[in-house]
Each structure stands twice: as structure tokens, then as C-alpha cells.
């Protein structure tokens, strides 16, 4: 038996045809993306208790690992430099007495001392800066800034705005001084930058910092799921309860902004 | 009437064409190589689309441009499903993937010479690329919901190239029934009826083009911003 169709019908044949084949692709199309979207939005339910439970996590580690630090800072100045200190004057005084005996000995022994010191004061430094617990935030940058600078490597633009009147709150500052920190190591390491433009503001109300460079920049996303550093700066965000900003682009240098109300 | 939609609508495909081209060209360093092979698309059908408009207004056969068309489409969408559906994995000793597509290429090529004449439609060729294109869109799809329930790390470029195939389904689903009736709607239809039809066939186009402008955009521009408060 032989079907035959009009030139009309074979139209609205063909029409209704390729009307039926969209049809179905869209609805194939949509449902998978509610499905994708029903899953997605599961998968990040779960994600999200996890990231809660690490995050907790991430500030127990944070406050011990910053109270460590603090002690061993003041364990270095107080029982290492000081001993150290009494030791060369000990020394010099020795030296005095004889004149004459063991010159050079006596010298080289001091030098050693000296550098003994300077080395201890370093690390001690490094751990706590002591500029941030007596003289805050800004002039504990500026300590790091001012030897950056003297480098050549790096020409670090540092200005800022301080109507805090002097009340300072050591755990927030100390934390944006490690963001900070961070973001020089990595501008330094990674960025091969010559220049940085780096911001505080801070009042009795709130702290805010922008930093920027004019390095080789990087994938933000390839960025947050390798390292870079950039995790461990968020993890302190976090940590602060600030709100930020990261923007950068290959050969375009990096930018972040940070804002907390204290 | 409908002579002019259609001339309408050639002008804007040759428009979206160059939207995608330019946008490419400005990400240029962005593009992964999966989408290379959508850039050249474009480029492809770019050529095509301003032969054919130039012949058409010279009242010159233009059908010819769908064979050559045809063959190029094909072999630069396979080669981007190659990349996207990692079909290099499915070789053994021999490259079975590589040499259906040799062989596909080789029957269109074929067919276009002895089977089907140059200077009418080539509706053998274009139905099996459609079909080909539906099964690679629908693996597509697949491939990518197993890759959100195995926690692959999210690009979202992904969804640029999601969107991409998304385009690809609709395209090839909506042109199946035309091209298959392609030579038929030529020669024993109406005129103003085989107009509609490929009026509907323009406009299933420019919705592709209007996907892939989207696809490619998020293809070549990454995330440059990451902002949250806690």
C-alpha cells in the first residue's frame, strides 16, 4: 500500500516534523539543566556544612598557631636577647680589663654576639612585630615597607589615613598584617612586580585596606584552586569576618580590597 | 515578503558571525583549545554565509557552498566533541574515533560527487551529520552531570561550552526534518511554502549563533573577580 501526502500536507508535514524534533530537544535540554541545577544545589548544601565545619576548624588553628607565635617571640626576647645583651657587655668588659691578652679574640667574639642578636631580634620580629603591639597596625607596615623599599627590588607606594585615636585592636590588626604580609611574599615571589600601591585607612569604626601591583597577574580561578597563597589570605578574611575584593587578570597586575568593621 | 526576511536574515547571521569572530579575536590568548575548533566554525561559516548571500543576490547557484560547508562543518565540530568528550581515549592499536571520522568525511565528499547532484541539496549528508551532532550533544550532557556528581573542580567556563552544545542540539534537531526533505522542498514544493521552511531554518540559526555568542563569551573571559563578605 502506497502512502501518498499533497504538496500541502507534505508542508505542514515537514513543519510540524522539524517543530516536533525542536520541541523535543528543547525539553531534553531544559530538564537536564534543572537536574544539573537540583544537583548543583544538593552538592553545594553538602559542600557548605563541610566548609562550616573546616572553617571552624581553620580558626581554632589560626588563634593557636598566632598565641604560639606570640610566645615564642617573647620567649626569644626575653630569655634569648637579653641573655645575649648581659653576655657582650660581660665580653666588653673583659676586653677592657686585659688590655693587651686576647685582642682579636675578644673581638670576634663580640661581633659574634652582635649578630647573634640581630638575628634573634629578626625572628622575634618576624613572629610578633613589636611596632604592632605598641605603635599598631600602620607603623608595623611601614617597618616592613621601609626595608622592602630599601631593597630596590620593590617600589612600594604606602600611604594612609589613621583617626583610630589611637585605640587599636591587636587581633584584627594582627590579622590584616598577615593578609598583608601574604600579599607582599606572593607579589614578590610570584609577581616579579615593580611597583605597589599599598592603602590603610583605619577610624574607630572601621579598617580598610587596598593593595595593588603591577605584576604578571594570574587566573583567579586556577589561582584559588592551586594555592598562590591566595587560600590562605581568604582563610584570614574569613578568619577577620571582612568583606574583600580580589581582581586580577593575566599581565594585568593584581588588586584586593579589604574592609572590616571593627 | 518572505524574500526579504530571508535576505534579513543572512545579514544578521553574517552580523552574529562577526560578533563571535571579534570576540574571539580580543580573548584570543583565553581560548582553550576545545574552542579553537568552534572559532574556525565560525570562520567557516562566516565564508559560507558571505559566498552564498553574494551568489543568491546574483542569482548564481549557491548549493554547491552547502557541500563544501557541510564536509567543513562536520570535520571541525567532530574535532571539537573529539576534544570535549575526550574521544582520543576510545582508541586502541588503531584511532577508531580519527578514522570515522576519515570515513564520514570520505562518504560526504562521495556522496556530493556521485550520489547526490552538486547543484542540488545534500540531504544524506546533512541528516547523518545531524544525527551524529544529537548523539555527541546527548553524551555531552552525560559526561557533564557525572562530572558534577564526581566533584570535578568547576571551571566556569564550562558553562560557555554547555551553552555551546546546547546550541549544537537545538540547531540539528530543528534542521533534521528541512534537510532531509531538502531536495524535495526544492524541486516539487511551492516556492512561498519551501520560503516558510527556510525562514524557519534562518531563524533556528540565528538562535544558534545567539547561543554560541553567549558560549563564547564565557569561554573567553575568565572570572577576574573574586568578592565575598564573611
Known amino acids: 500500500m502506497e502512502i501518498s501526502f499533497t504538496k500541502e500536507e507534505l508542508f505542514w508535514l515537514i513543519l510540524a516534523g522539524s517543530f516536533f524534533t525542536l520541541f523535543v530537544s528543547t525539553s531534553f535540554a531544559l530538564m537536564y539543566f534543572f537536574y544539573r541545577k537540583r544537583l548543583t544545589d544538593q552538592l553545594l548544601k553538602t559542600t557548605e556544612i563541610e566548609l562550616q565545619k573546616k572553617s571552624e576548624l581553620l580558626e581554632s588553628q589560626i588563634i593557636g598557631q598566632d598565641s604560639e607565635r606570640e610566645k615564642i617571640a617573647r620567649a626569644i626576647h626575653d630569655e634569648i636577647s637579653s641573655k645575649l645583651a648581659i653576655l657582650q657587655i660581660s665580653i666588653e668588659h673583659l676586653k677592657r680589663i686585659n688590655l693587651e691578652k686576647n685582642q682579636e679574640e675578644t673581638d670576634l667574639i663580640v661581633e659574634i654576639i652582635e649578630k647573634l642578636i640581630a638575628s634573634t631580634e629578626s625572628i622575634s620580629h618576624g613572629l610578633l612585630p613589636p611596632d604592632l603591639e605598641h605603635a599598631g597596625l600602620i607603623s608595623a607596615v611601614n617597618g616592613v615597607v621601609e626595608v622592602l623599599n630599601k631593597t630596590g627590588e620593590l617600589a612600594i607606594d604606602y600611604t594612609w589615613i589613621d583617626l583610630s585615636d589611637g585605640q587599636h585592636i591587636k587581633e584584627t590588626e594582627l590579622g590584616v598584617y598577615r593578609i598583608i604580609h601574604e600579599l607582599m611574599h606572593n607579589t614578590i615571589k610570584y609577581a616579579n612586580a615593580k611597583n605597589v600601591r599599598l592603602n590603610i585607612e583605619l577610624n574607630r569604626t572601621s579598617l580598610a585596606i587596598s593593595y595593588s601591583d603591577d605584576g604578571a597577574g594570574f587566573n583567579m580561578e586556577e589561582a584559588m584552586n592551586k594555592g598562590l597563597g591566595i587560600r590562605s589570605i581568604l582563610s584570614r578574611v574569613q578568619f577577620l569576618n571582612a568583606s574583600y575584593n580580589f581582581h586580577s587578570e593575566l599581565g594585568q597586575g593584581m588588586e584586593f580590597t579589604l574592609k572590616k568593621i571593627r | ?230
Open chain 2, 1 to 230: 515578503m518572505t524574500g526579504i526576511i530571508l535576505k534579513f536574515i543572512a545579514i544578521l547571521v553574517i552580523m552574529q558571525l562577526l560578533v563571535i569572530i571579534a570576540v574571539c579575536w580580543k580573548n584570543f590568548k583565553q581560548i582553550k583549545k576545545e574552542a579553537l575548533f568552534i572559532v574556525l566554525f565560525s570562520v567557516l561559516a562566516l565564508l559560507a554565509q558571505v559566498v552564498s548571500t553574494t551568489l543568491s543576490w546574483l542569482k548564481i547557484n549557491n548549493i554547491w557552498v552547502l557541500h563544501v560547508y557541510t564536509a567543513g562543518e562536520f570535520v571541525l565540530l567532530y574535532l571539537f566533541y573529539y576534544q570535549v568528550l575526550h574521544l582520543g581515549e576510545l582508541k586502541t592499536r588503531l584511532n577508531w574515533p580519527l578514522l570515522f571520522l576519515v570515513a564520514v568525511f570520505g562518504f560526504m565528499v562521495y556522496s556530493s560527487i556521485y550520489i547526490e547532484t552538486i547543484n542540488g541539496f545534500n540531504p544524506m549528508s546533512r541528516t547523518l551529520e545531524c544525527l551524529i551532532m544529537i548523539a555527541f550533544s546527548v553524551f555531552f550532557y552525560i559526561k557533564e552531570i557525572r562530572a558534577i556528581a564526581y566533584f570535578e573542580s568547576y571551571d566556569h567556563r564550562r558553562e560557555g561550552l554547555l551553552l555551546i552544545n546546547t546550541g549544537i542540539l537545538l540547531l540539528s534537531s530543528g534542521q533534521f526534518f528541512i534537510y532531509l526533505m531538502s531536495n524535495y522542498m526544492f524541486y516539487e514544493m511551492h516556492n512561498s511554502q519551501s520560503r516558510i521552511l527556510w525562514i524557519f531554518n534562518g531563524l533556528l540559526n540565528l538562535l544558534f549563533y545567539s547561543i554560541l555568542i553567549v558560549g563564547i563569551w564565557k569561554l573567553a573571559s575568565p572570572k577576574k573577580n573574586f568578592s565575598g563578605s564573611y
